[in-house]
């Protein structure tokens, strides 16, 4: 069973590369994905993002304990469903700062300055709002301003402009300071996840095979170059021109390992015949470190009560007719960007308000209901790694993103947790907050802030960095993204940034593989 390209992950890259690659009638081309169809509607409707941190559509990993934090292990959602984390995510379009871009060509990633990447994130979006020199119309993702704000929205831009923090209108336009609401990867009203945008309108071509339960055990290499992928159940595909690997920063190292391509004596260890000795593989995991503060309201002024059978069956009958309301809004639609360091270069905290408490696993609830405020520190000097905990394809990795592990980001998280409580403390937000439930007034020192940290903090659903490019010697894969040292490999996904973008990643994962499409096709004369 031959194909020209094999591309490994259904995810919001592999997507990507499967619709475009395919657009040549004469090139064959195989997506597999280890989860399944996106059949269930929590997966379409805005709000089901609740139920996503909570089991649904995830492998169900978590980390290793965290040293610098301890000892505490953290649920760690990575998408198990075709559109990967598109379908799975709060649905936020942000793109990071153009600085983050133009320090990647500074690190010797030529072609990835903001200047050179710009043109795929608009090529990618079909923006309901803007057509400008940052956003596009017409593209296959649908980016769309929020349907469902509440008053507490609006209260919330208020009391961090008593801050001097001002509104942003388009926090993925000129500049990124401030706060706003986020625009949405949306479509009338519908999550627009990388399958619905790029997979669903082209699963009639006849050279595009899209395999859904089909995990992969590990990549065939003979002598020297990629020629196949081998199944679970021992099935074979090859691969007359390249495998492709987008399975995400977690997925991507953890298969090339399986496949003998990593740390040598790593490998060695576990009796996985090593093909090539590539120590970058599985290291510089970063991710957001996600501190919150949580209020209790003075009223029903968030989601909180349509959790109870008889508001959750009205809010659906209110989406059934409107498609506004709460099955219409993503939960976390408001944020914004701004400054832990006052000298840092651009924002270094991201805020998420949640419309609610409780909403992800491991996060309180507020019995009379509660609103959340999210901050992370968005550039990590911690380096963490991904690791095989056996030879086993089945057993869940070890992954270690090692937070904490340099003191400067466990500082800038506390400073963006405390302004995070200023922000809820301000006038404006008043009439809607009652008090502060977390971290609450016994927090007060250094020490407790870290106890509570240690305690009360999550990831961001960001993971990047495994496969790193770049020029010099220890990259794993080159600025085109083809596996040094494995002829026939490609990696395309958030594992190939070599430092973190300082916001959600979704989009930035979307525009690498549309630039690596364009590669690609290129590189083969498509």
């Not at 195989?30 to 649904?56: Q, S, V």
């Not at 059978?309 to 701004?338: C, D, I, R």
Request: with cysteine.
């Amino acid at each position: 069973m031959g194909y020209d390209f094999i591309i490994v992950g259904g995810g919001s890259a592999g997507s990507v590369l499967a619709a475009r690659l395919s657009e040549n009638p004469s090139t064959r081309v195989l997506l597999l994905e280890a989860g399944g169809r996106d059949r269930h509607p929590f997966y379409h409707l805005p709000a089901g993002f609740a139920k996503m941190t909570k089991g649904i559509g995830s492998w169900g990993w978590q980390t290793v304990p965290q040293r610098h934090m301890g000892g505490m292990q953290i649920r760690y959602t990575q998408a198990r469903v075709i559109g990967g984390g598109s379908t799975i995510n709060a649905q936020i379009y942000t793109r990071g700062n153009a600085l983050d871009y133009d320090e990647w060509r500074q690190m010797g990633c030529d072609g990835w300055g903001y200047e050179d990447v710009l043109p795929y994130f608009r090529k990618a979006e079909d923006n309901d709002t803007y057509d400008d020199r940052y956003h596009g119309k017409g593209g296959p993702l649908g980016v769309s301003q929020p349907r469902a704000p509440l008053p507490i929205c609006e209260a919330y831009f208020a009391a961090a402009a008593q801050l001097g923090i001002p509104r942003n209108l388009d926090m993925t336009g000129a500049t990124q300071d401030g706060v706003g609401y986020y625009q949405l990867t949306q479509r009338h009203a519908r999550r627009s996840s990388a399958a619905m945008a790029y997979l669903t309108p082209n699963r009639g071509r006849a050279n595009l095979t899209v395999r859904t339960g089909a995990q992969v055990r590990r990549i065939v290499v003979t002598a020297g170059r990629a020629t196949a992928v081998e199944l679970m159940d021992g099935t074979l595909f090859e691969a007359g021109s390249e495998v492709i690997l987008s399975s995400g920063a977690i997925g991507s190292p953890r298969l090339l390992m399986l496949s003998g391509i990593g740390p040598g004596g790593h490998l060695d260890s576990l009796g996985i015949t090593t093909h090539l000795d590539q120590p970058g593989v599985g290291s510089n995991l970063q991710d957001h470190l996600d501190l919150f503060v949580i209020a209790e309201c003075t009223g029903p002024h968030t989601y909180d009560r349509y959790a109870k059978p008889l508001w959750s069956a009205l809010a659906g009958l209110q989406y059934l007719l409107t498609k506004t309301g709460p099955v219409a809004s993503s939960l976390f639609e408001t944020g914004g960007f701004w400054y832990a360091d006052p000298a840092a270069r651009s924002p270094d905290i991201q805020f998420h308000l949640g419309l609610g408490s409780g909403i992800e696993a491991g996060v309180a609830a507020m019995p009379q209901g509660g609103v959340t405020l999210n901050s992370a520190y968005l550039r990590p000097r911690s380096r963490g790694t991904v690791r095989l905990a056996s030879a086993d394809p089945a057993a869940a990795p070890l992954i270690d993103p090692n937070y904490w592990a340099d003191p400067h980001d466990r500082d800038m998280s506390i400073r963006g947790l405390k302004l995070a409580q200023e922000i809820m403390a301000q006038p404006a937000l008043k009439p809607f907050v009652l008090a502060e439930r977390l971290p609450g007034p016994g927090v007060k020192t250094d020490a407790d802030y870290i106890a509570y940290a240690q305690k009360h903090s999550k990831t961001d659903h960001h993971p990047a960095g495994t496969c790193r490019m770049g020029n010099d010697p220890g990259a794993v894969v080159d600025t085109r993204l083809r596996l040094n040292g494995i002829a026939g490999l490609r990696v395309a996904d958030a594992s190939v940034m070599p430092t973190l973008v300082s916001s959600n990643t979704n989009a930035p994962t979307i525009m690498i593989a549309e630039k690596a499409a364009d590669m690609i096709k290129a590189d083969h004369r498509l």
